[in-house]
């Protein structure tokens, strides 16, 4: 069984830009959170998408994004970059089995440079 | 107060030795509980999973968790070099909805098993 994938693996923006990450949750998991990796805040959670639904949101400015799609793959946008926004961006899926543990299989990550 | 913390590292023990990781959450509301280990460059991977009081053993990992302190520990017996990572608790905040919830993790305990 495939694990949690996550396209692309790298990424380098520059300020103002604005970036789409992808997410692919192992095969039959439903619910997709995003999660940003920084070395001084550490692993912060963004939102968790349920059935193309937000079901839970973090504490992130607007900027930060996302939505589901019908087979559950999920995407991730930021606008308007700024350089704090350059951290390791990880992807974790559940299935409904699961969810109601959170337990969580976590992708490879996106690793964004805003320069 | 941090919602998650960890006792600061690194943790340094020889090969063979115990190594006894430390966690705290401050949200008495947090139904699961989890350890994930995560080398350098690569995604956090799930090794433990603990959801009542008490122990729980899996391999040379135990888990132990005290919903009344609030306390989550790891246990790895007979530490192996390959055991070298930095090891994160999660805490599962119930959602919005009480169903999937967000992860909060603690900043990591970096462990160092010497040969």
């Known amino acids: 069984k495939a694990g949690v994938t996550q396209t692309p693996r790298y990424l380098i923006k520059t300020r103002g830009q604005q970036v789409t990450l992808s997410c692919s949750p192992i095969s039959g998991h439903r619910s997709v959170s995003w999660y940003q990796q920084t070395p001084g805040q550490g692993l912060q959670f963004l939102f968790e998408y349920f059935s193309e639904t937000q079901r839970n949101k973090g504490n992130f400015p607007g900027r930060f994004s996302g939505r589901q799609f019908s087979n559950s793959r999920s995407e991730m946008n930021v606008s308007t970059l700024e350089l704090g926004d350059s951290a390791l961006y990880l992807c974790?899926?559940?299935?409904?089995?699961?969810?109601?543990?959170?337990?969580?299989?976590f992708g490879a990550g996106t690793r964004l440079s805003v320069l | 107060q941090k919602e998650v913390e960890q006792n600061s590292g690194p943790l340094s023990v020889p090969e063979g030795a115990i190594a006894s990781l430390n966690c705290t959450y401050s949200?008495?509301?947090?139904?699961?509980f989890f350890w994930y280990r995560q080398y350098s460059g690569k995604s956090p991977e799930l090794i433990m999973s603990?959801?009542?009081?008490g122990d729980k053993e899996d391999g040379r990992f135990t888990a132990q968790l005290n919903k009344a302190s609030q306390y989550v520990s790891l246990l790895i017996r007979d530490s192996q070099p390959s055991d070298s990572a930095t090891y994160l608790c999660?805490?599962?905040?119930?959602?919005?909805?009480?169903?999937?919830?967000?992860?909060?993790f603690g900043q990591g305990t970096e462990l160092s098993v010497k040969p």
């Open positions: 603990i959801y009542s009081n």
């Open positions: 974790a899926s559940s299935s409904d089995r699961t969810v109601a543990k959170n337990i969580q299989y």
């Open positions: 949200d008495r509301g947090s139904q699961s």
């Open positions: 999660a805490v599962n905040l119930k959602g919005v909805y009480n169903q999937g919830g967000k992860l909060i």
